[in-house]
């Protein structure tokens, strides 16, 4: 029974492999694994949740066949991401790449959580106490509270 269920898992991960058009393939087994490791990484831009891999989309097929034809030329991972970054912009990165504006990006809104923390702070330490009551004040209390219980 365990090896059924084995049999079926490594057939149904064969057809998910497979789901891709053969005739889009590298011929080097090598080169379709670097090839398909980048499309994890790269954004569908019109699924915009998907990696290239995952989705049916025509743009990303088109995106593919690039990657391919870059991988299939010698570049480097590194060089193929530039190269769409140039094209699509930063976007198209499923992890963005480490740079000032994405850590202000990633840190605003903790920064924003902070600042309103301490401004709040600050507020409710500079509530001051309300004022006593002058003596007149005091002495005109009574008075009306007197009147008011006769």
């Not at 989309?57 to 530039?82: F, N, P, T």
């Not at 140039?86 to 600042?115: I, K, M, Q």
Request: aromatic content about 4%; some cysteine; hydrophobic content about 45%.
């Amino acid at each position: 029974m365990r090896l059924k269920a084995l049999l079926a898992g490594l057939a149904g991960v064969l057809c998910l492999a497979a789901a891709s058009d053969p005739a889009e393939r590298l011929p080097d087994p090598a080169q379709e694994a670097r090839a398909r490791e980048i499309f994890r990484d790269v954004r569908c831009l019109v699924c915009q949740n998907e990696s290239i891999d995952d989705s049916e989309a025509e743009l990303a097929r088109d995106l593919r066949v690039i990657v391919r034809e870059q991988v299939s030329a010698g570049r480097s991972e590194a060089e193929i991401k530039r190269f769409l970054t140039d094209r699509y912009g930063e976007f198209v990165l499923l992890t963005p790449s480490w740079s000032p504006g994405n850590l202000l990006l990633w840190a605003g809104p903790f920064l924003v959580v902070v600042a309103g923390a301490a401004l709040l702070l600050a507020r409710l330490r500079k509530t001051a106490p309300e004022p006593e009551l002058s003596p007149s004040e005091s002495e005109r209390l009574q008075q009306v509270s007197r009147d008011d219980g006769a």
